[in-house]
């Protein structure tokens, strides 16, 4: 049994007895072989079943996978009817497997010993959503495939999404952004009704493989009961929501500053169409000439020296693998260069959505039509990311099909991301990018702080509300005449941006960003965010950098490389909370390195704040009761020194002595003895 599963969890699990995590506790009771034969003979015919399953698995997958790259590559319908055809194929034999492992599972319960590899591959196939009834299966694969379609091809005049975006990054007219921004959301008026038919046959699905719906069976993968799950997403969003609130009280200002008050009122959500963005989820494109601190002094631009260089498509990404390859990585395979798409074609559509691709082992490629741009290499360093995952845990060859993936989705999405952290000023310079020249100051710092935080901290309540909003319409919470004003009314909660007009009756403003019509759960973005820097500071512990971890590029270090490799290679064998213990010698997701890697800038935007007087805040339509207000009505020479900024109403700025911010933003009397007998009085 050296060499056998149970024999490499057994000692697995001898070398993590100190770990006390409570999910993994109940494992170590399989952690032994059973001596009867009985058992011995039980485990064998699990094996052979593992082992028929992975390569059943991994043949029809990587079948589906080629259908689905074909029609990605070439929106045709006939394209379309094969990749749906070989979808179908390929979930009818999931939704079997899951069957078959739930009986298995179901006699594994009786046995005195299982041992817990077999025991985590059986669960693992036997979670799905695939539908029982073959044609809802059919169904739910041509609502999504109609929707995905209605976006990728969906254009505004002449322009493609692509030219869209391109012009939502540089265009500054108050009006003729607006206009872009309504004018795409059109696209996706006919994608309402598809979509509540998806939630509707899913949800069927969820629920007739034991799931309370859709949402619950996302929320399942995460190796923790799903109540828990959302607990520790809230708390972590909860742990930087007031870094995100300094920061979206600056940019307000700035574009309050550019617009207008009129335009861009003090205590309300700013306007989503302002923000450089699209979907207002990044706001890195407002920083050269909105939102840069300091904006005399001068910094790194790749995206000026590309675009002087010339740089084409295929070189940005070359950078990206050349990260990778710095600190020990393999190259990526030839194929990859030849198979790979890069740049938009001109004579058909395709899903410009940039993605990567594992076809079969050793056939990687990216789908991504690449702008020269400084944004665009730090996204081709994220999709690289995901094929130097699976290129690690391919590699170990004890690794079955099933666990060929990210210890959770988050791990997937934040590996690229955490290799873009080395993305620095010196970094730049080193390989060619940026600009020797240019001094490092205080304030060069704070720039480059504050051009990553448009990026990362801008993103994370966006990254968290659309499965959040996801969550309610799965529920039945959210319904669909709902769909619209539930969306918006999270987007004003939680990011404090929001439309301007009264938006139309029929309107699917969430069909307007990709991963609703494509189907694709997004809370892995919000993980992602919160563990790259975790990642990123164990990196650079091990690259043996000293001095501030904003400052911290691996780039080169083998060290940091074969850490960072080992991570890799376990995929989704163990838990998460597991795979991260290794890492960093903690099973939780803390936002400690997130919070330390922004520290200065945070200090830099409380002072700015309150020096300028912005407010902190945007509750348009919170309708709770203002005890500023209310203190003030009474004594209108405000007296009680209620707020710093008198002009500031909702979301005021910091509260005098005596006074406590709630989490609504208004200023509250701190309940103690002094000020009772003063209220009394």
């Known amino acids: 049994l050296r060499s056998s599963p149970m024999a490499q969890t057994y000692r697995s699990c001898l070398r993590k007895q100190a770990v006390t995590w409570v999910l993994w506790l109940t494992t170590i009771a399989f952690c032994a072989a059973d001596s009867g034969s009985e058992g011995l003979a039980f485990q064998e015919q699990v094996q052979e079943w593992l082992l028929k399953t992975d390569s059943e698995a991994a043949r029809l997958g990587y079948w589906w996978e080629q259908a689905s790259w074909d029609w990605a590559t070439n929106i045709t319908d006939h394209n379309n009817f094969v990749e749906i055809n070989r979808g179908l194929q390929y979930s009818a034999f999931v939704l079997n497997a899951s069957r078959e492992a739930k009986t298995l599972l179901e006699q594994a319960s009786q046995q005195k010993y299982f041992a817990s590899d077999l025991q985590r591959q059986l669960n693992m196939w036997a979670a799905t959503d695939v539908a029982p009834n073959s044609e809802d299966q059919k169904e739910i694969m041509q609502q999504v495939s109609a929707m995905e379609t209605l976006y990728s091809t969906g254009k505004v005049g002449d322009d493609s999404l692509t030219d869209l975006e391109a012009k939502m990054a540089t265009i500054r007219d108050y009006n003729q952004l607006q206009n872009i921004w309504k004018e795409w959301r059109k696209v996706s008026v006919p994608m309402k009704s598809h979509y509540a038919r998806f939630v509707e046959l899913s949800n069927r699905a969820a629920q007739a493989n034991g799931y309370q719906d859709e949402g619950a069976f996302w929320r399942s993968g995460y190796d923790m009961p799903a109540d828990k799950f959302k607990s520790m997403i809230e708390q972590s969003w909860q742990q930087v929501k007031p870094l995100y609130l300094q920061l979206h009280a600056f940019v307000r200002h700035r574009l309050q500053q550019k617009y207008g008050e009129d335009k861009v009122p003090s205590d309300k959500p700013i306007p989503a169409f302002l923000l450089g963005n699209m979907w207002a989820q990044t706001w890195s494109n407002l920083f050269h000439d909105i939102a840069k601190p300091f904006a005399n002094v001068g910094g790194q631009d790749a995206t000026k020296v590309m675009q002087n260089k010339g740089y084409g498509p295929k070189q940005v990404v070359r950078v990206a693998e050349n990260f990778f390859r710095s600190i020990g990585l393999p190259a990526l395979p030839s194929s990859f260069w030849s198979k790979s798409l890069f740049s938009k074609p001109s004579d058909r559509e395709v899903v410009c959505h940039a993605s990567a691709w594992e076809m079969e082992p050793g056939d990687l490629r990216l789908k991504m039509c690449v702008q020269i741009t400084e944004e665009d290499l730090r996204v081709c360093h994220h999709e690289l990311g995901h094929l130097y995952y699976d290129m690690q845990y391919t590699s170990v060859g004890k690794n079955p099909f099933i666990y060929r993936g990210g210890a959770n989705d988050g791990f997937h999405e934040g590996i690229g991301d955490t290799i873009a952290l080395s993305v620095t000023a010196d970094y730049l310079n080193k390989i060619g990018l940026g600009d020797s020249s240019t001094e490092s100051t205080h304030e060069s710092e704070i720039n480059q702080l504050a051009a990553f935080a448009l990026d990362k901290i801008a993103f994370l ?32 909660q939680m990011q404090g941006v929001s439309y301007v007009d009264e938006r ?15 189907n694709v759960p997004y809370i892995r973005y919000f993980i992602a965010h919160i563990l790259q820097f975790t990642f990123h500071k164990q990196l650079c512990e091990a690259s043996g950098h000293q001095g501030p971890l904003f400052k911290c590029s691996v780039y080169g270090s083998k060290a940091a490389g074969e850490r960072l490799a080992q991570m890799l290679k376990a995929g989704s064998s163990m838990p998460w909370q597991i795979t991260l213990q290794a890492m960093t010698g903690s099973p939780d997701m803390t936002t400690d390195a997130l919070r330390e890697y922004f520290e200065p800038l945070e200090q830099w935007l409380v002072k700015y704040n309150k020096d300028n007087g912005a407010c902190i805040g945007f509750h348009q339509h919170s309708g709770s009761l203002d005890l500023c207000e209310l203190f003030e009505s009474v004594w209108p020479t405000n007296w009680l020194g209620c707020c710093n900024t008198l002009p500031c109403r909702r979301g005021r700025g910091p509260c005098h002595e005596g006074f406590v911010g709630t989490y609504m933003n208004d200023c509250t009397p701190v309940i103690s003895l002094p000020w009772l007998v003063r209220f009394a009085g």
């Open 461 to 492: 309540p966006f990254g968290y509300m659309i499965d959040k909003y996801r969550w309610s319409v799965f529920s039945g919470e959210t319904t669909p005449d709902q769909y619209n004003t539930e969306w918006w009314k999270l987007r004003e």
């Open 504 to 518: 139309p009756a029929d309107a699917f403003d969430p069909g307007a960003k990709y991963h609703i019509p494509a």
